[in-house]
Structures are given as structure tokens and as C-alpha cells.
């Protein structure tokens, strides 16, 4: 019985010392490490999306089949995104950064018949609207037809502005045959 007294004594006064010590008692996080971001997390400041937000579903509505050379026309691009993450349209609730960057738009590249770059720099448009995970918007994209005529692909991808390309991290684009006239 004096073993179990003097146990409990020494447990009493281990926790009055933890109790009334000024230190922080540590917390250990329940959460799962890939959990979604939900809107009451949003960041304070623009940043880039993590690798696993990278994830889009596109198509082109009303993509021309024929452009003649150097005509431009607006065709509309239907974004999903297809990861568990926020996309805020501008990197945060709050950008205020002159550059763009953080943003994420829309915008299109030009590949010639056998399947290499022609122009990577044409139209862009940013979303929105930030979308949360499975949520969907649509944008108008103005794009441009190449000056030579010929048989071109037409490549629309998302890109975070100053950080990368979806389809660099693996998100399929949208394509359409494009024959370009006189």
C-alpha cells in the first residue's frame, strides 16, 4: 500500500510541475497530412498551388475547325478542377501584386501537323472564380491563327502564372485540329 501512496504522490506532483509551468504544452496534429484546404484555411498571402493541385479537366466548346491566316477568334474553354485542392483564381482571396502572378488562366499554344511547338505565346484569360475541388467555370479565350496557312493543333492548358503550366505537371490539355487558309 506504501508503494501505490508514494506512486500517486509522485504522479500528483509531476502534473502540479507540468501544470504550472510557463512552458507551451506541445499539441500533436490529428490531421491527416493531404487533407483539402477549405475555405475558412485560405492563405494569407498569393502562393503557388502544391504539386497535387495541378489537376484539370478541359474542353473547347465552339473550337473552328478553319481560321484563315492570322484571324483571331474567341473560342470558350470549360475548366474543371479535377484536384482536392482550392484553385483561388488569384493565388489568395487577396493579390495585390502588380506582376499576375499566382493567377491561374487559360491560354493556348499553336503545334504544327507533325506535332512540334509553332508558338507557345498567344491568348490568355484568367478564371473567374476560385473552385473548389470538382467545380467548374467557363471562359472566353482569345486566340490568334497562325500567319502561314497549314494543318495546326490547336493546345489549350491552364497555367499558374510564373509558376507552371498544368500539363508540365501532368494535367492533360485540350486539343483541336485547326486548318489554317489564305
Not at 41 to 46: F, V
Not at 56 to 82: F, W
Amino acid at each position: 500500500m506504501r508503494k501505490f501512496i508514494i506512486g500517486i504522490a509522485i504522479v500528483g506532483a509531476l502534473f502540479w510541475l507540468a501544470c504550472s509551468s510557463n512552458k507551451p504544452v506541445p499539441v500533436i496534429s490529428q490531421s491527416p497530412p493531404n487533407k483539402t484546404q477549405s475555405a475558412s484555411e485560405a492563405p494569407s498571402a498569393p502562393a503557388a498551388l502544391p504539386n497535387t493541385g495541378f489537376k484539370a479537366e478541359l474542353s473547347l466548346i465552339d473550337a473552328p475547325a478553319k481560321l484563315q491566316a492570322g484571324q483571331k477568334a474567341t473560342v470558350h474553354v470549360k475548366i474543371k478542377n479535377a484536384s482536392n485542392d482550392i484553385w483561388w483564381a488569384r493565388g489568395a482571396p487577396v493579390n495585390t501584386r502588380p506582376d499576375n502572378k499566382f493567377y491561374i488562366a487559360a491560354g493556348d499554344r499553336w503545334l504544327k501537323a507533325d506535332g512540334s511547338l509553332l508558338t507557345d505565346m498567344d491568348g490568355r484569360y484568367g478564371i473567374n472564380k476560385d473552385l473548389k475541388p470538382g467545380e467548374e467555370t467557363e471562359v472566353p479565350l482569345l486566340i490568334t491563327a497562325p500567319k502561314d496557312p497549314g494543318e495546326y493543333t490547336l493546345d489549350v492548358d491552364l497555367v499558374q502564372e510564373q509558376v507552371a503550366w498544368f500539363h508540365e505537371k501532368g494535367s492533360p490539355t485540350a486539343k483541336a485540329k485547326v486548318t489554317v487558309t489564305k
